[in-house]
Structures are given as C-alpha cells and as structure tokens.
C-alpha cells in the first residue's frame, strides 16, 4: 500500500483539474483528497494500492483536456489508512 502527497504546477486551476482527479481516482480504487492552492497549484494526497496510486500519478502528468501540467512533485507518506473515500476540498 501507499500514500503519496502531490503538488501538480502548471494550467491547473479553472481546467477542471480537480473534478477529473476525484473522478480518475474513485475509478482507480483510490482514496484521499484534492484541492486548490493558493498559489494556483493543485495539491492531492492519494493512498491505496501501490499500483492504483501509480496509475494516478501517471495520469497527472496529462491532467484533464484543457490542463497543461508542468511538473508534477511527489512525497511519499507512511500509509495509514486516513482516507475512506476520495474528495474535491475547497
């Protein structure tokens, strides 16, 4: 099992770039969270199966049609399980 935390840099705020996160995600297996930043990055934590998380992080880099992703940071978690589902914060 395994817990990233991802920061996603480029055209990524107002494409949608969230929605089509909780949507890869939920059909992924995948739980944890996405949300805005601020600075007009996009941050999600994603925990599950090593090979579910991977396929997700794989598609961040292409992100939803209209995004134009950049870079695509990854930290490793220790995985615990925090997460039940999958969610878009606000």
Known sequence: ????????TGRVQGVWFR?????KAIQLGVNGYVRNLANG???FVAEG??????????W?????PLAR?????V?????DNEYTDF???Y
């Open 19 to 23: 929605a089509a996160t909780r949507d």
């Open 87 to 89: 969610r878009v914060g």
């Open 60 to 64: 961040a880099w292409h992100g939803p």
């Open 41 to 43: 990055n996009v941050e």
């Open 49 to 58: 199966d090593d090979s579910e998380v991977d396929q997700l992080l794989q």
């Open 69 to 73: 992703v950049d870079d695509v940071k």
């Open 1 to 8: 099992m395994k817990k990233v935390r991802v920061i996603a």
């Open 75 to 79: 930290e490793i978690l220790p995985y």
